[in-house]
């Protein structure tokens, strides 16, 4: 078994017990070790080096109260400032629009975004008791489009049908017009991914949200791309104003340091969590339980 923080940090400090005060000597090895749980958390190298600067400034000439040890007080350092920098409590999704609110998603191919969208249509539908439509702007593989049409059925939601040979503006302005005159609260927009970013999926995904001014834009991406999460959370922050973003396959492997890349590098807010293929597989994301998820 992994040894946790606490734990590695008690085996640095034994020899700084009684310490009254985190200082320049004592924290330098702590640091060292924290800076390695990070990057074993799948943090990405950049980040972790302004992490591990805030934290020391934050931490040096802290008081060691009570029956802390230094290891501890910097532990705690760690949390709060970990748990700050991903957002601190959770946050909500915005419905501050004349419904539809339309919620259009993006994300490589194989992030999850089918998959979270009939998520993300339950969870409306059965915990917000909204009234919602999906639709699928995805007309290079028409599987996605039945996909899409299988998890909604699942999900107790409308599916609105459109087929490979349309284009995706005209079937996003069709959606919109059929959520309007149906009064639905929620149009969930699904889109084509790629196996990597290329040009042509930027320009139709800022096309699509030019055409359908969302109240979200969200994006998703796989907690087990870990380092890799990184650049294409750039890309796509880059040419997109997204809202928040939805970290997949959190049920797997990954020590969710994606979360903090993810978060560091667009600077927009974690919304949801992945945790496994079912529909009831999503979660509301907390910055706490994730910070102390990548300090093992
Ligand atoms: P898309 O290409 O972005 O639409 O991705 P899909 O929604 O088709 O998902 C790709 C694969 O990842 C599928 O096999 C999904 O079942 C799986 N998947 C999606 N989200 C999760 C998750 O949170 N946990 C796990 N374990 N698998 C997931």
Redesign the pocket.
């Known amino acids: 078994m992994l040894e946790n923080l606490t734990q590695r940090l008690a085996r640095t400090m034994k020899t700084l017990r009684g310490e009254a005060r985190l200082t320049e000597a004592n924290t330098q090895e702590m640091l060292r070790e924290v800076r390695m749980a990070l990057l074993e958390a799948d943090v990405a190298l950049p980040v972790v080096r302004d992490f591990i600067a805030s934290v020391k400034e934050k931490a040096l000439g802290e008081d060691v109260v009570g029956s802390l040890t230094p290891g501890q007080a910097l532990v705690g350092v760690v949390n709060r400032e970990l748990t700050q920098l991903m957002g601190g409590s959770a946050s909500e999704l915005s419905f501050a629009t004349q419904p539809p609110a339309i919620i259009l998603m993006a994300?490589?191919?194989?992030?999850?975004?089918?998959?979270?969208t009939g998520k993300l249509a339950k969870y409306l539908r059965e915990t917000l008791r909204k009234k919602v439509l999906t639709v699928s702007c995805d007309i290079y593989r028409p599987a996605?489009i039945a996909?899409l049409e299988t998890v909604t059925q699942q999900a107790g939601a409308d599916f609105f049908p459109s087929q490979p040979e349309q284009n995706p503006i005209d079937i996003a302005q069709a959606a919109v017009q059929w959520a309007k005159t149906h009064y639905y609260d929620v149009l969930l927009v699904?889109t084509a991914?790629r196996l990597g970013i290329d040009e042509a999926m930027m320009q139709e995904i800022s096309a699509l949200h030019r055409t359908l001014n969302p109240i979200e834009t969200l994006f998703?991406v796989d907690a087990m791309q870990g380092q890799d999460a990184v650049n294409t959370a750039k890309a796509f922050n880059d040419t997109l104003p997204l809202t928040g973003v939805v970290l997949?396959?959190?049920?797997?492997d990954a020590r969710g340091g994606a979360a903090l890349s993810v978060r560091h590098i667009t600077g927009k807010p974690i919304k949801f969590v992945?945790?496994?293929?079912k529909l009831t597989?999503l979660d509301v994301f907390h910055p706490d339980r994730m910070a102390n998820r990548i300090l093992g």
Request: aromatic share 0%; no cysteine; proline share 0%.
């Open positions: 994300g490589l191919q194989g992030a999850g975004k089918t998959t979270t996605a996909q699904d991914g998703v997949t396959k959190l049920d797997g992945g945790v496994g293929e597989g």
